[in-house]
Each structure stands twice: as C-alpha cells, then as structure tokens.
C-alpha cells in the first residue's frame, strides 16, 4: 500500500483554469512538502507545511495542511502553461531521531494554451 | 558547486553486468538520500545517510544494491548483476538537518537501461 496517496494521478486543463490536486495517508506526519518536477531534471521544492491547519500561499498557489497532519492540498488559480509538471507531496515520518521523507506517486498536471 | 551533480547522466547496461552511479552533494550537507523513480511515478526511497552513517537501507530493492559514503561528502549507488526491472531513473538528493523541514536539493538523476 502506498503511504501517501495522490490524486488525481493525471489532470490535463486549460489555461485560466482552477485546479485542485490531493494527498491523503493514515498517517500522521511531523511535516509535508510539496515539490514540481519537470521531465529530465529533479524534484525542486514548492513548499514545506509543518502545523495542522497551515496555509500558505505562493503566487497562485495555495497549500494547505489538514488539522490531523495526513493530508494536504494543493491549489492553483488561473493555470498557465508554466505550470505544467509532476507536482508531489513528500511526508516526513519520524523514527526515532531520524526522518525519512516517503512521496506520493505524484499528479502529472498539463496545462494547455 | 551550486547545486547536487550526479554522473553519469545516462547508463546503459547489458543484463548481468555491474554499475557504479556517484552522486556529489551540495558542501556541508549532512543528509543524502538516493531514491529510485520510475516513468511517470513519484521518487521511492531507498537509502539515507547522515555523514558517513547509513541510518536507513530499508528501500533497497535487493542485496545487490549498495550504497556508500565513505567520508561523509560523495555517495556512490552499486548495483551489482543488473536486470531489467532496474531500469529507472536513480536520484540523489541532499538536505541540511531537520530532515522534512530543510528541502531537498535533488539533482538531475541518472537513468539507467539494463538491456
């Protein structure tokens, strides 16, 4: 079973479009990130959320945590081609001192022009 | 460097044979990860180190993967005997401390085709 479930896996809109995109465990997380990749390059970080019921925003994008720390959201207003990518949440889980930071299969957004 | 390099950045092998993927992290970071990804799929962990300390091997697929970073700086990803199931791309990424609350500095992966 997965750790961190994504959804939806595949979303293709258009430019001026809202969207949402999930990410959902039974467990409970001391903090989860989001990053974007683009095809050929690494993952690079969009944002980290580390207390139940944070939101943050960045430009269009509004990331929020749930109360319980398992899931969170992504949001984007107005998408633009720019935005096209494979968005992933990563959830920190502790284990004694140490951390291990476990992904989501990610949402392969496309935002057509 | 400005950022984490990993070479090569394309390896073919022919079934059988072994590989050795290095990885230079970011100076000072203390956290390297190596994580496998597969077309289309996020990254899965499958080794953490703390300096030179590996503190988590529990996603290598199989016992002949080995990893090591002998002097807590350069990391190098063996694979031992490839067989087509790992072929993917092979990413390391490097942190300062606290893990989850520090980004991750991912390089660019090397992908590996076993055919």
């Known amino acids: 079973t997965q750790l961190l479930e994504q959804s939806p896996q595949f979303l293709s809109i258009q430019e001026g479009e809202n969207l949402t995109v999930y990410c959902n465990s039974s467990s409970v997380f001391s903090s989860l990130q989001w990053y974007r990749q683009e095809p050929g390059e690494g993952p690079v970080l969009l944002v980290t959320v580390v207390t139940g019921g944070e939101v943050k925003k960045l430009k269009r994008l509004t990331f929020q945590f749930g109360d319980a720390r398992k899931d969170s959201s992504l949001h984007i207003t107005a998408a633009q081609p720019g935005d096209t990518g494979l968005y992933l949440c990563?959830?920190?889980?502790?284990?004694?001192?140490?951390?291990?930071?476990?992904f989501g299969k990610g949402t392969l957004l496309t935002v057509n022009p | 460097g400005a950022g984490v390099s990993q070479s090569p950045r394309y390896k073919v092998a022919k079934r059988g044979q072994d590989v050795a993927l290095r990885c230079d992290p970011i100076s000072g970071h203390v956290s390297l990860f190596w994580y496998q990804q597969a077309l289309g799929q996020g990254p899965e962990f499958l080794t953490y180190?703390?300096?030179?300390?590996?503190?988590?091997k529990s996603g290598l697929p199989s016992d002949r993967f080995f990893a090591e970073r002998p002097e807590g700086s350069v990391s190098t990803l063996k694979i031992q005997r490839t067989q087509q199931e790992d072929s993917a791309v092979y990413l390391c990424?490097?942190?300062?401390?606290?893990?989850?609350?520090?980004?991750?500095?991912f390089g660019n992966g090397t992908r590996l085709t076993v055919t």
């Open positions: 990424a490097s942190s300062l401390p606290p893990v989850g609350y520090s980004p991750l500095h």
């Open positions: 180190f703390q300096n030179e300390a590996q503190l988590d």
């Open positions: 990563a959830g920190a889980l502790t284990r004694g001192s140490n951390y291990k930071l476990t």
